[in-house]
């Protein structure tokens, strides 16, 4: 079992910057993704940004130039920074653990951390 936590979320100005964390424990794969997705009211789930355990990432056209994914010191942590936040941006942001094992892969989300961003 994978336990995915995250923080950072809150109450920001347009144009202003947040940085979500997201962390991973317990059965952890040796290969792995780890991705942000968000969800706005009466929307579904899109995603927001990706990286692998190997450092490739995979950004949403909303999230290009504004949004760095990025691993953290502690293995299994990633980071969000957003910047240039918009009111459009407000939703809840989920973290998502992929883990690979051969041919089997398993997903873990978190209970998700809100983001507004208004004025």
């Known amino acids: 079992q994978v336990q995915v936590v995250e923080s950072g979320g809150g109450l920001v100005q347009p144009g202003g910057s947040l940085r979500l964390s997201c962390a991973a424990s317990?059965?952890?794969?040796?290969?792995?993704?780890m991705g942000w997705y968000r969800q706005a009211a009466g929307k579904q789930r899109e995603l927001v940004a990706a990286?692998?355990?190997?450092?490739?990432?995979n950004y949403a056209e909303s999230a290009k130039g504004r949004f760095t994914i990025s691993i953290g010191n502690a293995k299994n942590t990633v980071y969000l920074q957003m910047n240039s936040l918009k009111p459009e941006d407000t939703a809840v942001y989920y973290c998502k653990y992929t883990g690979f094992a051969g041919t089997m892969s398993m997903e873990y989300w978190g209970q998700g951390t809100q983001v507004t961003v208004s004025s």
């Open positions: 990286i692998s355990s190997v450092g490739s990432t």
């Open positions: 317990g059965s952890i794969f040796s290969s792995s993704v």
